[in-house]
């Protein structure tokens, strides 16, 4: 027996003997963007014998050994911990020159409330008849000019000092004074390759999408770019990292509380003003309320934006960006291109007789099966020149149909008239309201372009109100897009050519009526 026991203690004294404490450098191997936050993967690997270790890994992101998920191939944990990184060395040039600053701000401040002490005992002076009035005037007015020199050097050092303190915070790559290492004790039964693997959350980078659209008027070709707008101030340097953009943020969520739930007769009133032939139900419009698209509402299927390099679970998906990306932790803002594509659009001039404006040039494609695309802020331009910025707020689905204005289109010009009497809202008699107005689309383009004329016909929603529409020529399309009421006509237009129509509707109503919603 005590044989046995002395072989153990042996045994364990050449364990501890083999004990070493490594200091590892964890690079981020992957990070994970999120509107509000990023996840980040950090990996060292390291060569142990057989035995206990120590494996030190600084600085954390955080100051909770909990928020640090934790993996390890090749051994097993046996502890982990954290202890505080040493105070920053207080010989940093940097640090000196704030310091400097500081102090000389502190004399600056002070000089200038011993300038008003003097110039309150000069005046008090002035009171007691001490002095003429002449010589102390000159002493106020010089004192004044002082003052005047010391307020300005106050404000320049205060800039000094305020532009050294933020260089000192950026420094330290934006993290808390107080940084630690993550301390983990670890067991190996033989020698060989321990992989540490760390899972660590930061507020302090994230992503915005950004796109741009480059129209070519002449071929018809569109470009899309997709960017994500990096903040990456984690206080980690990313060097060759993976980088997937989450559409999703990683909200945590607690379990819905078992309720029941009650079913009642609906108000009268209520049901009287949603009306048994309303467009959607009540519960249809809550259900959209609660933030999914009416599309995907009605055909209880979620439209999902996908990329060739997409990972779905569930609502949320993410895109990997192509290639190893390496992004210093730093107040630059980095823009990595995660999406492009060249689509070929069918081009043509939009007018809108109840806008009264000029022509926009519209552009419709189809959006590419396997590749969808988030909202942002989004720039356009048109035969290279930049036409304006605009947010997105729509997601674009994959293989789904895109239309998007360019601008005015400068080649064709709209003109609008109306018969004499009808002003404001048409000619207005006992009995009906007649509106008549005529639009004439003329190209002055040197190549042939497609127009359409978009105009209204008003409904009706009571029996004695009746709309008899006065179009001349026939429309080509009603009830456009099936919106009830949108007529089109669309013409080829060669240089020169003109598209003329007589847009106008009566409404009958009973005598002594007055019409409302009359635009």
Do not use: C
């Not at 997937?244 to 607690?254: G, I, N, T, V």
């Not at 895109?319 to 081009?347: E, F, M």
């Amino acid at each position: 027996m005590r044989l046995w026991i002395a072989a153990w203690l042996a045994a364990a004294a050449i364990s501890v003997a083999h004990t070493e404490d490594y200091e590892l450098d964890a690079p981020v191997v992957t990070a994970r963007l999120y509107s509000n936050e990023a996840e980040l993967v950090r990996e060292a690997r390291v060569t142990v014998k057989h035995g206990a270790h120590r494996l030190i890994v600084s600085p954390l992101l955080g100051d909770n050994i909990a928020d640090v998920s934790l993996s390890i191939e090749g051994a097993r944990l046996t502890g982990q911990g954290m202890r505080p990184l040493p105070a920053p060395d207080t010989s940093d040039p940097l640090l000196k020159q704030a310091d400097a600053a500081e102090q000389a701000l502190t004399i600056t401040r002070q000089t200038i409330e011993d300038n008003r002490d003097m110039s309150r005992a000069l005046i008090q002076r002035l009171q007691n008849q001490n002095s003429t009035v002449d010589n102390v005037q000159r002493q106020l007015d010089a004192l004044a000019r002082v003052r005047e020199k010391l307020l300005s050097t106050e404000r320049e050092q205060q800039d000094e000092l305020k532009k050294l303190q933020e260089q000192l915070a950026w420094q330290n790559k934006g993290r808390d004074s107080r940084q630690y290492a993550g301390i983990f004790d670890i067991y190996s039964d033989r020698s060989g390759e321990v992989t540490l693997t760390l899972r660590e959350h930061t507020k302090k980078a994230y992503w915005q999408p950004y796109s741009e659209f480059s129209l070519n008027s002449d071929s018809g070709t569109l470009d899309i770019r997709a960017y994500a707008q990096v903040v990456q101030q984690s206080g980690l340097d990313w060097q060759n990292s993976d980088i997937a953009l989450s559409f999703a943020p990683p909200d945590y969520r607690e379990q819905p509380a078992l309720q029941s739930t009650t079913v009642a007769i609906a108000d009268r009133t209520v049901t009287s003003i949603i009306g048994d032939n309303a467009p959607f139900s009540a519960n249809t419009a809550l259900l959209n309320k609660g933030g999914l698209p009416a599309k995907a509402a009605k055909s209880g299927t979620n439209d999902k934006a996908a990329t060739d390099d997409v990972s779905i679970s569930g609502v949320d998906f993410a895109v990997k960006i192509p290639g190893k990306h390496s992004l210093a932790s730093s107040r630059d803002r980095y823009q990595l291109t995660y999406w492009q594509n060249r689509s070929h659009t069918k081009l043509y001039s939009a007018a809108y007789a109840w806008v009264t404006s000029k022509a926009l040039l519209v552009a419709e494609w189809q959006q590419p099966d396997g590749h969808g695309f988030y909202p942002g802020n989004a720039s356009f331009f048109r035969d290279g020149n930049r036409i304006g910025n605009q947010r997105l707020d729509r997601p674009m689905n994959a293989n789904s149909r895109q239309i998007m204005s360019f601008g005015e289109d400068p080649h064709i010009d709209v003109a609008y008239s109306v018969p004499p009497g009808h002003v404001g809202n048409g000619l207005i008699l006992r009995d009906r309201l007649e509106r008549r107005q005529t639009v004439t689309l003329t190209n002055h383009g040197k190549s042939a372009r497609n127009v359409r004329l978009y105009a209204r016909l008003p409904l009706s929603t009571q029996p004695d109100v009746s709309v008899e529409a006065k179009f001349s020529p026939k429309p080509d399309a009603e009830n456009v897009d099936n919106v009830k009421g949108i007529v089109l006509w669309e013409k080829n237009l060669a240089h020169g050519d003109s598209l003329r129509v007589e847009n106008g509707y009566d409404i009958h109503y009973p005598e002594g009526k007055k019409l409302i919603g009359i635009e």
